[in-house]
Structure formats: C-alpha cells, structure tokens
C-alpha cells in the first residue's frame, strides 16, 4: 500500500507495519504512531531475569531484592549485584520502586555492565513513568542496558551522560537540567552520549543546559523519536564528531538559542572514531519533527554526509538570523595530537595543529517539503537561509580543494512565510539561488497551521502545501501534540461547613485506571480519618466521585489526598500522577453521625 498524501496530512495513520529499518533488524515501527521502536524483548527461550527491587526509604541492603517487600534500598547495592566485566547470560530488572534516590545511594560511576540481547540490564521505575527521581547517572562501558520510566534531574555536570556505550533504550524518561541557562548555572549537557553505538530515544523529556539538550558525538547507529528536546542555550540537539546512521523523527524540539537541530557542527580529531573521520554526520534522516521558538535556525546542516531533513514543521524561528542553515562542520585538533595525526594518517580530516581549525565540507544533502512559518510579528532577522560560500582547507586536511557546503545540495518542496516578500534569499550561490527560488514556495501563500497555540503544528485540515513533492516514499505521521503531564484536580468544596461534606469529585486530564478508596487519605487534623463505608464511582474513568463518606461530621480541618506512591494510577501510557493533588475544608461544628448518609426510604 502507497500512500500518496504528504506525510503531514496523514491523520490517524492506519494500524499496519511499515518496513523496519535496515541498521537493526530488531527494529519494528510501533503500530499507534509509526516511530521506530526498539525491540527489547528478548529472544524466545532466554533465561527469565533476576528481580532486584529498591526501595529507598523501607528497603534494606541487607535484604534478598527479590520482592517489593524484601527490596534493597540503594540502587548502588542493586547495581553491584550485577556482575561486571562479563557477558551476562541472565538478565536482570532493577525494579526502583516510587521515590527520590539520594546521590549518597546512587552509583558514582555505572560501569562496565554487558548485558545481551537476551540477557540486558533493565532499570524500569516500577511504579510509574517518573516516579523514581535520580540524580544525575555517568555510565561507561555498558551494553543492553534499558533504562525506563525513570526522572533524573541534577543542577550540574552532565544530567546522563553515556560514555562508550552500546546498546542503550532510554524510554519514557524525563531528564532534567535544573538551573539558569543566561548565567550557566546550569548543566552543560542534559543528555551527552560520545564513542557510542545503538543508542535510541524514545519518548523521552530532555530539557535545561546552557549548551545542548542532547549532544551525540561519535554516535553511530540509533534513533531519536518522539521526544521533547527543549531549554538550551546552544542548538537544543546536535549529532557530530563523524556520528552516523541516526532517525531523528517525530520529535518537538522548542526554547532553543542557536538553533534547533545540526546534523554535524565541530569537533576535536581525537574524539571521533574510525573509519567515521571525514565528514562530522553520516547519513542523518530527520524527518517530521517539530521545531519552534529558536532564536537561530529550526535545523542545519554543518559538515554532513547524505543527509535528508524532510517534512519538518518550523515556527518561530530564526529570530537573531535565518530560518534554515547549509554550513561547514569544523575540525580542531584538542591537545592529542598523536592521534589526531594517526587520524590524518588514516584519511581522516583534520589537523594535527592545536588551535588549528579545518572546514568539513558537505556532500548529498537534502532539504524537502518542509514548512516554515514565522507567523505575523515575528521574522527572522537577516535572511531565510545561509548558506556557506567555498572555503579553502590547509594544504595536509586531506579535505578537497575547495571545501564546498553545497555539493549536490536539494532544497526543493519547502513551503516557507517569513518575513517580508522582499526578505533576503540568503544564498549567494547564483544557480542555486534560482533553483531554490524555482522548486519552493516562499512567501507567496500563508501556510495554516491547525492550532500552533495549543502546541498543534501540523497543517490546518484541507490546507495542501502548493510545492510539496510528491517523489519522497511518505515517512511518518507528524508528531502527536505534546501530552501535558498526568493531573487530577479535586472539584472544590466550600473553604467552611456547617454540614459534614460527603461526597467529593477528582478530575484527571485524562483517562486513568487503577483509582480506588484505598489510594486516598482522609485528615481530620493530623490524624486519618475513616473512609470505611465510602463507595468510589466513576462513568468515564476521568471524573470519579466518592460518595457515602460518613466520618466527617466532626469538627475540623479536613484534607483528602492521594497517597504519595503505590495507587496504582496510570494512564494509557503508563504515567502516574505528576504531582500531589489535595482538597481542604473546615468543618465548624460537630453534628450526629446518623443524619448524614442513612437515606431513609418512607411511604
Ligand atoms: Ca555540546
Ligand atoms: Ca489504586
């Protein structure tokens, strides 16, 4: 089956498999959404895993692990039971059950772990997406570890930072730098990942660092999808220093300085690895994300190698210089220069010469059916794009004469409003200059987005782009919304009574299960009063009513609440409750029970 609409109209993609990617065949496309997934599970027959549970306020290190109610309590006692420095034949799920993980029980380093494919490390917060909250994580040298659910924030280093890894899932994970980014008082790197392999991003929250949310550097094979990359100081996600073969798809990338996303930038000679030593991104397809609120570019290229960059929505962006950018990547050589001249010595590019900088060129990138639209008051503020004139390398780079950026270089099908009609092209380059004026809409029909407000980017229904192509296979669907985090909101009761309140309404933000009267506390003062006899109802698992309350005819000060862990409150995507939800009142008078829920039946 073919689709012909363009990617971005496709609204509820039908439930069917699109062909995997080539790089990993364990790979399938998630059937809702079309993303890439990793495949996880391990191959049928393989050993069941060891359980280890934490509990970092009632567990003890003393105990088995192999149960909630015998859980470790440090994840530093989980993690050493897992064998180092050898090729796992068992897995083993680290089970971090809800709470805060102090960094006083949380390993320094987590090293050197091989787990397999049928054999991976797995920490999973076992409660709920982002109920176990960490510090920041340095991993080195491990293999198959899956990290899920879990919330790791910090103020400084880097939030997680994966240090010749392979084979790592992030999954559901929220990950924070917390700080200011105008001052830098905040990490540097949210999520930092060099000298890597099969690294993927899943639907993941990754956000705060005065340089880059995500910075890949000498990543090869792996995705980014369906993720919000956001609070940056830099491009909010760069993949350089000769990464390759990444998807970056699907994704909402927003609150940036520099720019959105760069496939390559600049990097040291010795921290890239071979045979990727040339150019500073090798075939990078980033397709469907979102990009908006950037004060450079929604997305560049800078010293890449067949690199795709298609139906992309940009919004907002720009505002210090140009909407889209075509550059060079740099090459320094950072202090080692013995490697740095094997390198060169291998074909790589570069110098050996520190504080020498060399231009990477590009070659094979193309630019398709993206819109761009700044929308009234907002332009960008020189020029629509940049595009690099030729440079020329030292003699030695072993870069060829002229480094050129624009080397069978496609923008074609981009639908772009910003600015005024008169707004600079941007592109020096003659020829290209008029194939780009040729083969794009640019400021000549105002593209409608369906609701940017209320964060939804893809084009109104019935809006159809007047250049897209139609000679791209369709990829995927644009990115969902973001969904705001799970809430509950109890239905307000009035602050004083002189009748005891009985019934009392929770709303979610969305669908849950799990909701029962033992999840709720009910204080009269500090101490908890009865809800025996209570009955909880709901008729669309979103609004649920307890009625029949029947110990609040006392005098008092009442609170409900939810308990802070173990309600078994979930949504669809497994996400528990985001925060502490409660209602308060007074009750002025104590009155008799027996008035207040016996609802007598009289003839
Ligand atoms: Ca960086
Ligand atoms: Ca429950």
New binding site residues.
Partial sequence: MRRTLPAWKLTAPARRLVSPETLESRLACAAQNLLPSFDMSPPAGAPAFNQIWVDPSAGNDANGGGSRALAVRTLSEAWRRVPINVDLSTGFQINLTAGTYPESAVPIYWESRHGTQSAPVLLKAIDGNGTARLPNMNVYDCRHLYILGLDISSGGGDVLHLDSCSNVLLRDTTIRGLGDIPSYAVP??TL?VNQSKYIYVEHCDISGAW??AV?FVAVQYGHVVGSRIHRSG?WAM?AKGGSASLTVAGNEFYDAGTGGFTAGQGTGFEFMVSPWLQYEAYDITFINNVVHDTQGAGFGVNGGFNILMARNTLYRVGSRSHVIEVGFGSRSCDGNQAACRAYLAQGGWGTAVVGGDEPIPNRNVSILDNVVYNPDGYVSQWQQFAVAMPRTPSIGSNIPSPARVDTNLQIRGNWIWNGPADHPLGIEQAALAADVLAGNSINAVRPVLANPARGDYSLAPGVVSPVASAGLPPVLPPPSAPSPRLMATFRAVAATAARPVTTLTVTFNRAVRGVTLDDFVLLRGRAVASLAGARITTTDQITYTITTIRSTHLAGNYTLRFKAAGTGIFDAANEALAAPVTVSWRMTRTVPPVLLFAPLVRR
Wanted: hydrophobic share 0%; proline share 0%.
């Fill in positions: 540097q790197e930092k340089d880059n910075d830099d760069y």
